[in-house]
């Protein structure tokens, strides 16, 4: 990881998902470069590990966990609300990158409990960082949201379920969203990782059929 150090000094920002993986490393980013950041996820145990990680490698880092789940409109309402107190400015960048997928397998034994929650995670937490992450930048004066979408947005491979659909549907999503916040200072994007080794993709990285897929 290079840094910028104090690039980002006084930047207040929320990181979902930022417990593990991508997001983690996007919140260490964030607080090696000098901004505040807050870290949300559902197990508090990860996110209190990430936080002494980030401490470790950024002695001065100003970095705090919220336990939240993305798909309760009430957690993120808090997580935001959270965030935004414990900078000495404005919220001005949220990530949208808690995300995953419970709804590999054959489309026509698709089960439709698991791609509901699939959906949620992904597109409705989306949302719902939007619709509150995206209220306080546009309060605060303008900022930043990035959300985490996939190349599985926009390159199809077999038995990814509901994952593809909920990433697409993402890309709209902020694009909508770009338009209608835009004029209120606030950019919106969506990144679109390929294979990052993390936990969430073990299980694609050890199959071999999946695997070929996604480096084609
Ligand atoms: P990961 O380590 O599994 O990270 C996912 C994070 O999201 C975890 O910290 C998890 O923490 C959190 N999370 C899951 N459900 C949540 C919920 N309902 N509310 C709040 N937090 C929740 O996997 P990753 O690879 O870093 O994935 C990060 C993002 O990148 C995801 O959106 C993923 O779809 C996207 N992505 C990954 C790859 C890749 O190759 N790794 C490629 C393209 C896109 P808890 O379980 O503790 O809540």
Redesign the pocket.
Known sequence: MTSDPGSLAGAVALV??G?????RSVAARLAADGATVTI????EA?LAEAVDAIRAATPEARVQPVV????DEAAVAHAVDAAARFGDAPLGIVVA????SESMGPITQLDVAAWDRTLA??LT?TMLLLKHGGAALVAGGGGAFVA?S??ASTVSHPWFGAYGPAKAGINMLCRQAADELGPSEVRVNTVC????R????QPIIDDPGSSASYRD
Do not use: E, F, Q, Y
């Not at 949300?40 to 197990?43: F, S, Y």
């Not at 990158?97 to 995953?100: K, L, P, S």
């Open positions: 979902t998902g417990g593990t993986g991508i997001g949300c996820g559902r197990t990860t939240a789940d993305v798909t990158n808690a995300g995953g995670v992904n937490g985490v996939s190349l990782p390929g294979l990052i993390t936990d969430l993709v």
